[in-house]
């Protein structure tokens, strides 16, 4: 039993550190629809970096993409968002015509702004929208909506399994808080810095230092209590500033946010070998947790959303990632109180494990520093 845990938690914590292809900004797109009478305007806000994996856009492969290289692509771009984007009414489709071509900055970069206009037969009460950009390259890929009607503003979230989402005029807000939800935790899963952030301060949750050398602590409470303090302080952390980015009270550059979100990584897992902060990684866990909190902000701060419909995905997406959260922290637990007496849990898993995970998170930290890729996953 006890080898069968003790493959359990390494399977997790290497799958942990075996993806660490998402730990930037997951790649999103903004797509904005207003609704009048019989045609939809509409704006189309696409991140430089994904257009140039799909179709090329960096002409020369200097690394660079050029305002005149982007011209040059226009029709290119042109044709192939449109061709991975549908609106309908009452079944008919609803001809995209473009209309504009810009470009814009959002938190994490450069991005081509496509603007359209949609002319449909006849009046609806619903819109169905068929979404498909990037979901062939890459299946983290989320559309974000929003959705601007005479009676109100909504929000969507578009992804491979709601590729195709028929979207009342008028929405019960239940189901926006939902969806919101369903993606905070979604977000949580696959920030692997966010996870081996949490994972590097729970690993010696369940031991006490003494002499030099982990000891297993006495009894579950005991671990508990330590599990407790950590997961509260980042959860109020990280919660203060997702909120306030969010609000736009308190902006960061998304490049200065995910490199100290890097940092934080490396800190507490050096941590773990060489104690910092003995018997108090809450205080880590708080301090870096205002940095995650801007991290997790940056899906909902680029929407724009109106106050309205602002404060329901603010709480609903919070509510998500702290499910996402407890979560990871309901497997962790068990499984880690259950081997801490082993040596193979103290050393391998802990000190051997923290040591990966700094590695990695270094790795991260040079990514995002100077702008390089070196991992080539």
Known sequence: MKRYLLFCLSFLLLSCMALPAFAHKP?????????????????????????????????NDDGMITWGELRAHQSAVTAYALAHLQILTN????????????VDNHTDGTYAVLRFVATCPQ????????????FDLDPQHRGLLQLTSPEQTRTA???PDQADQTLALAENPVV?????????????????DHILFLLALLLPAVLQRHDKTWEPVADLPTAFKNVLKIV?????????????????????PSRLVESAIAVSVVLAAVNNVYPLLLGKRWVMAFVFGLIHGFGFASVLADLNLPKSALLLALV?????????????????LPLAFSLRKSQFYQQVTVVGGSVMIGLIASVWLTERVFDLKVLAF
């Open 91 to 102: 079944q008919t489709l609803c001809p995209l015509k473009p209309t504009n071509y810009l």
């Open 27 to 59: 790649s999103d797109s903004y797509l904005k629809l207003n609704v009048q009478d019989t045609q939809v305007q509409g704006q189309w806000d696409i991140a430089l970096r994904d257009l140039d994996y799909a179709i090329g856009l960096d002409s």
């Open 316 to 332: 609903g997406f919070n509510i998500g990632v702290e499910v996402g959260q407890l979560v990871i922290v309901a497997i962790f």
């Open 176 to 192: 926006q808080f939902l969806q919101f939800g369903r993606e905070g935790v979604w977000h949580i899963w696959i920030g692997f």
């Open 157 to 159: 979230i578009f992804s």
């Open 232 to 252: 509260t302080a980042f959860t109020v952390a990280h919660s203060i500033t997702l909120t306030l980015a969010t609000l736009g009270v308190v902006q960061l």
């Open 123 to 134: 009046k609806s009460d619903r819109l169905e929208v068929r979404y498909q950009l990037f």
